[in-house]
């Protein structure tokens, strides 16, 4: 494990950052009398608590790690992933806050055992601890193996490093210790981002302003924003983000409990419909934002070296090999290309003419699908000295820009940025775990003890959830983007949870034990999707599992509703 | 939970939307100018 990568005043901003954060929010949320207390932080929160609270939850360490790296490859285009997050908030505003509200209700599922019966509660709690209980996993992870890679700090240390430092304020002070610190989360990270953001313009050549750098961007397809386009094959498009998006951010943020905890400790109903509203209001412009960033740091790339691969263990594992010339190769080959590019973006920023400026636009083109080329070329050598490595870098591209290019002191900021922000979506969802299993499944199995009792249990529930989150990112291994990941797992098992909390909510035909058997068939049906895609049966993207998996199972428990009902009438007849 | 549910609409709501269609107006903007 090494220390002497980051100076002195790095780990004093580093370290005093997170120590601040976790004992300030420790010494505020202590005493909890109750269970309302501790799971709703006694139902006292204002709007903007909410509101920051529920984007402090959303924004994982894997947001500022791969979302800037992801615009780094690709553009502007992921932010239509979050066009049909406006709408969620809406329809959870209109029909699920008040219904959670006026059943004082604990937890998403406990409100489905009102509707509909307690084995529907209880599936759906289960389906929501397994896909958290991994997330949750994965939310320290993704951080741990890209800043075990680059800092060379030892990846088990850091999971339970992270681990430990959310554990000890979500256990002792419960939800309010959790939207306390969130507070000063979400103020560190905002604060550390527009501090890159405008250091990336300093550091871009005198001549070159925020519109000509923009100018570059979009000459190399950085500011392809929006598709139009009703292409399958392509992840983000404007119809993809309005309608798999909505149908994601409904399921998260309606009925995944560590969202669904954050408005449910409102002081009434209007402060948390506003909470959400605030939410819908920032998203868009910060994921904007955020990628934004990403685009800048390509452009300043234009001026500056960079890695042929920016995930140091790839470029270990080919050195190490009998690739490792043609790798080298590669490698001078791109400094060539990037001298030239420097030069052509120098005179392209310089150019007052509009043909030397096309002409130049389009060298500057050229060279840039030479650089992909290269990058390309450099993956399938990776590739071929270890199998088994990740090859896709997108993930290391703002960590690698941080390290190397921020002053002393912003490194520590950053950093802080990243783990704060990893801290912040674990904690949510470590108080979900922990409220699901005492209240939905616990509580409900043996009621009768006293509060002191449920609060006990509740506190121990947290703590063996984060326990079991630690295990998880100990054992966790990369796979393609770590965003799609988290993604993926959500998607499996949301649509399904979605469709039946909108059978709740509108279909009232619809009964408990036809919605349960349609829920379980759906699962098998959801998770067979998704393999047929991964073996290309079927081409069929991820994100609409969510729609596909909502609208099956409405279907499913309607047609056995309809199959009992007629049965019954038929009998009746008879 | 057997009582019929209302939902009432609240112009905080179109306003959120509107909002969104404005950010959406600005992102083709900007897209035209730089691309």
Not at chain 1, 484 to 507: K, P
């Amino acid at each position: 494990m090494r220390f002497d990568n980051l100076g002195q005043i790095d780990w004093i901003v580093l370290i005093g950052t997170l120590l601040f954060i976790v004992l300030y929010g420790t010494y505020k949320a202590r005493g909890s009398k109750d269970v309302v207390d501790y799971l709703k932080g006694g139902s006292q929160a204002r709007w903007w608590t909410i509101g920051l609270s529920v984007m402090a939850t959303q924004a994982s360490a894997i947001t500022f790690l791969s979302t800037p790296g992801q615009a780094f490859h690709d553009g502007m285009g992921f932010v239509q992933f979050y066009f049909g997050l406006p709408i969620a908030m809406v329809v959870i505003c209109l029909v699920f806050i008040p219904i959670y509200h006026k059943l004082k209700v604990f937890t998403a599922y406990e409100y489905l055992e009102t509707r509909f019966d307690l084995k529907t509660r209880t599936l759906t709690a289960i389906l929501f601890l397994i896909q958290r209980g991994l997330a949750a996993g994965i939310t320290i992870f993704a951080p741990a193996i890209i800043l075990s890679a680059v800092l060379e700090w030892n990846l088990i240390y850091l999971n339970i490093i992270i681990g430990v430092l959310v554990i000890i304020y979500t256990v002792s002070g419960g939800t309010k210790a959790v939207s306390v610190t969130q507070k000063q989360q979400m103020a560190v990270i905002m604060g550390g981002m527009f501090i890159a953001f405008l250091i990336i313009l300093n550091y871009l050549p005198l001549d070159i302003s925020f519109d000509k750098a923009l100018d570059i961007a979009g000459a190399n397809g950085k500011m392809e924003i929006l598709d139009f386009s009703f292409d399958f094959e392509n992840r983000y498009t404007v119809w993809s983000g309005l309608i798999g998006g909505s149908f994601l951010a409904l399921s998260y943020f309606g009925t995944d409990q560590s969202q669904v905890q954050r408005y449910l400790s409102g002081r009434s109903v209007r402060q948390s419909q506003m909470g959400l509203i605030m939410n819908g209001v920032l998203k868009v412009p910060l994921q904007f934002f955020i990628l934004l960033i990403g685009v800048m740091v390509f452009v300043f790339y234009q001026f500056n070296p960079s890695p042929l691969h920016f995930n140091p263990a790839g470029v270990k594992d080919v050195m190490n090999s009998e690739y490792a010339a043609e790798y080298q190769a590669l490698e001078d080959h791109k400094r060539l290309v990037e001298d030239d590019l420097r030069v052509k973006q120098i005179a392209f920023a310089r150019a007052d003419d509009p043909t030397q400026e096309k002409s130049l636009k389009e060298e500057i083109v050229q060279l840039n699908r030479s650089e992909d080329s290269l990058r390309s070329q450099s993956r399938v050598l990776i590739k071929k000295a270890n199998p088994n490595a990740e090859t896709n870098d997108k993930d290391y591209v703002f960590i690698h820009f941080i390290l190397n290019t921020l002053p002393r002191g912003l490194i520590g900021l950053l950093l802080a940025v990243i783990l704060s922000a990893a801290m912040s979506s674990t904690a949510s969802e470590l108080n979900a775990l922990g409220s699901t299993t005492a209240m939905d499944l616990y509580q409900r199995n043996t009621p009768g003890q006293t509060q002191s009792h449920y609060l006990k249990a509740s506190r121990w529930f947290t703590l063996l959830w984060g326990v079991i989150a630690i295990c998880v990112a100990s054992v966790a291994d990369l796979f393609d983007n770590l965003i799609q990941l988290v993604n993926i797992i959500g998607s499996i098992f949301y649509g399904n949870i979605l469709g039946v909390f909108l059978l709740a909510f509108f279909f009232r035909y619809v009964k408990g034990t036809q919605v349960f058997i349609a829920a379980l068939i759906n699962q098998a049906l959801v998770i067979g999707l998704f393999f047929l895609d991964v073996y290309e049966v079927i081409n069929l993207p991820y994100l609409w599992l969510n729609f596909v998996g909502c609208l099956t199972v409405m279907l499913i428990a309607y047609i056995l509703q309809l199959i009992k009902n007629n049965s019954k009438g038929n009998s009746v007849t008879s | 939970m057997e009582e019929k549910q209302k939902f009432t609409w609240k112009w905080s709501y179109t306003l959120l939307l509107l909002l969104n269609v404005i950010y959406v107006i600005l992102f083709y903007l900007l897209m035209k100018s730089y691309i």
